[in-house]
């Protein structure tokens, strides 16, 4: 039992068809393993004991009687902390929110229970999820599964750890600015950004709502698939036959190439080495246009971040962990015409890009241009924080910016992803390119 820890979901869930796992069985072998994990409490916000046991329960019964609700139906995950669950607390990484429980589940996580997935419970994050690297001083900070001095990756810090550490089949998390797919790529799992508006986020308390995404935190790309059907109450994509032979893809040069340091430049190097062995086509290009949209996000994000969240704050600043307040104040300082005017900017910008990216399957970079930072530096330096910070969400933010959306692979290397972004809407062109990269990666 100990070995399903470490299956992928799609695995769980052909054994629970195939009448080799019992739904119950499986439940209670992931609660006895969070229970038992001494680093339990900085995954893990809540654990939902009662209703995943009443959800595996019901699951074992469909299953029994041949009427399962899909392919995951009995399968357990975790959900980061900022979607709703009727009756328990999510407080979204903040003393803000502290005792707030919602009286109803957030739309995908309705969505994930009719397709019969349980519910372990709630993972930690960043606070109020605008970090990229899951250093969260007011409630818990993750460990890194590949180096227990640092920092896991945010904001769906805990997400990412509850899957690395065996914890959960999968785990749901939100992407604003990189949020599934930094911690993704610093745990060597699969992330899946989608495009903006794809899934509700209806019940999910907002950081940028016009960024806002969610998405699974996973082991494979065909978890990612099953998923990302579960969460909209749709059919997976059909991922049978995909091949690389003849895929285009392009490395972005502009802005995502720049400064790398030495591990994920040498894993980038080498995954793009397998993926033209395995009959990708791979070109550098450039969008001169895109720094510009860098210069934009500071006054986009906040403006918007502050407008969620002003209400809070403003009664209690002192709550909060000092570096996201002082990235979150500024939003109070733009007008509406400087954040209307950079939406016009942007959504040209936007454009631009679609049309230098036109011919291509997927653009490709590192997922990240750093390591996991150090987790006693960043509670002592604040310079460093910032820098790092900032960093590591700079790759991750060309797909935010852009309106795309990205898939984020492990290379081989510990915490070096390999992140392909797509049009808008281009999901399941994007899961069969992810698929066959999978294979020639792995």
Same mark, same amino acid.
């Given at each position: 039992m100990r070995d399903w820890l470490w299956a992928s979901a799609a695995e769980l869930g052909r054994?629970?068809?195939?009448?080799?796992?019992?739904?119950?069985?499986?439940?209670?072998?992931?609660?006895?393993?969070?229970?038992?994990?001494?680093?339990?409490?900085?995954?893990?916000a809540r654990v939902t004991h009662d209703r995943a046991r009443a959800e595996a329960k019901a699951a074992s019964n469909r299953a029994k009687a041949g009427h399962r609700l899909s392919p995951l139906d009995g399968v357990p995950i975790s959900w980061k902390d900022l979607f709703d669950s009727a009756g328990t607390a999510t407080e979204a990484g903040t003393r803000l929110m502290e005792g707030r429980i919602p009286d109803r589940d957030a739309e995908v996580l309705s969505n994930a229970t009719a397709a019969g997935l349980v519910?372990?419970?709630?993972?930690?994050?960043?606070?109020?999820?605008?970090?990229?690297?899951?250093?969260?001083?007011?409630?818990?900070?993750?460990?890194?599964?590949?180096?227990?001095?640092?920092?896991?990756?945010?904001?769906?810090?805990?997400?990412?750890?509850?899957?690395?550490?065996?914890?959960?089949?999968?785990?749901?998390?939100?992407?604003t600015g990189g949020s599934v797919r930094v911690p993704s790529a610093w745990n060597d799992l699969v992330?899946?950004?989608?495009?903006?508006?794809?899934?509700?986020?209806?019940?999910?308390?907002?950081?940028?709502?016009?960024?806002? %995404? +969610?998405?699974? @935190?996973? $082991?494979?790309? !065909?978890? #990612? /698939?099953? =998923?990302?059907?579960?969460?909209?109450?749709?059919?997976?994509?059909?991922?049978?036959g995909a091949s690389l032979e003849g895929a285009r893809l392009?490395?972005?040069?502009?802005?995502?190439?720049?400064?790398?340091?030495?591990?994920?430049?040498?894993?980038?190097?080498?995954?793009?080495?397998?993926?033209?062995?395995?009959?990708?086509?791979?070109?550098?290009? %450039? +969008?001169?246009? @895109?720094? $510009?949209?860098? !210069?934009? #996000? /500071?006054? =986009?994000?906040?403006a918007d971040a502050w407008a969620a969240w002003r209400d809070l704050i403003e009664p209690d600043p002192d709550k909060m962990f000092r570096q996201i307040y002082d990235r979150i104040r500024p939003g109070g300082d733009y007008t509406a015409s400087d954040y209307i005017a950079g939406w016009g900017e942007l959504n040209a910008i936007r454009a631009d890009y679609l049309a230098a990216t036109a011919g291509y399957d997927a653009v490709i970079m590192p997922?990240?241009?750093?390591?996991?930072?150090?987790?006693?530096?960043?509670?002592?330096?604040?310079?460093y924080y910032v820098t790092e910070n900032l960093l590591a969400l700079r790759n991750t933010r060309v797909g935010n910016l852009m309106g795309l959306c990205g898939l984020t692979l492990p290379t081989g290397v510990p915490s070096c992803g390999i992140l392909f972004n797509s049009a808008p809407g281009q999901e399941e062109a994007l899961l069969r390119l992810g698929i066959a990269a999978e294979a020639a990666l792995s």
């Amino acid at each position: 039992m100990r070995d399903w820890l470490w299956a992928s979901a799609a695995e769980l869930g052909r054994g629970i068809g195939a009448g080799q796992i019992d739904p119950v069985d499986l439940c209670e072998t992931y609660l006895s393993a969070i229970d038992a994990h001494p680093l339990r409490d900085r995954i893990y916000a809540r654990v939902t004991h009662d209703r995943a046991r009443a959800e595996a329960k019901a699951a074992s019964n469909r299953a029994k009687a041949g009427h399962r609700l899909s392919p995951l139906d009995g399968v357990p995950i975790s959900w980061k902390d900022l979607f709703d669950s009727a009756g328990t607390a999510t407080e979204a990484g903040t003393r803000l929110m502290e005792g707030r429980i919602p009286d109803r589940d957030a739309e995908v996580l309705s969505n994930a229970t009719a397709a019969g997935l349980v519910c372990l419970g709630k993972t930690h994050l960043s606070e109020i999820a605008f970090s990229g690297l899951g250093y969260n001083p007011m409630t818990a900070t993750p460990p890194c599964v590949n180096d227990p001095d640092a920092v896991p990756g945010g904001s769906s810090s805990g997400a990412a750890a509850s899957v690395a550490f065996g914890l959960a089949a999968a785990a749901i998390g939100s992407d604003t600015g990189g949020s599934v797919r930094v911690p993704s790529a610093w745990n060597d799992l699969v992330g899946l950004k989608t495009t903006h508006g794809r899934l509700s986020i209806e019940g999910v308390v907002p950081l940028c709502e016009t960024f806002d %995404t +969610v998405g699974p @935190l996973c $082991r494979t790309v !065909e978890d #990612a /698939g099953l =998923l990302l059907a579960a969460l909209e109450g749709g059919r997976a994509a059909d991922l049978k036959g995909a091949s690389l032979e003849g895929a285009r893809l392009m490395i972005l040069d502009t802005v995502a190439m720049e400064g790398l340091r030495d591990a994920p430049r040498a894993a980038f190097q080498s995954a793009v080495e397998r993926l033209q062995n395995a009959g990708a086509e791979v070109v550098h290009g %450039t +969008v001169p246009e @895109l720094p $510009r949209a860098y !210069e934009l #996000a /500071g006054m =986009l994000y906040t403006a918007d971040a502050w407008a969620a969240w002003r209400d809070l704050i403003e009664p209690d600043p002192d709550k909060m962990f000092r570096q996201i307040y002082d990235r979150i104040r500024p939003g109070g300082d733009y007008t509406a015409s400087d954040y209307i005017a950079g939406w016009g900017e942007l959504n040209a910008i936007r454009a631009d890009y679609l049309a230098a990216t036109a011919g291509y399957d997927a653009v490709i970079m590192p997922t990240v241009p750093s390591l996991p930072p150090n987790l006693a530096r960043l509670e002592t330096d604040a310079d460093y924080y910032v820098t790092e910070n900032l960093l590591a969400l700079r790759n991750t933010r060309v797909g935010n910016l852009m309106g795309l959306c990205g898939l984020t692979l492990p290379t081989g290397v510990p915490s070096c992803g390999i992140l392909f972004n797509s049009a808008p809407g281009q999901e399941e062109a994007l899961l069969r390119l992810g698929i066959a990269a999978e294979a020639a990666l792995s």
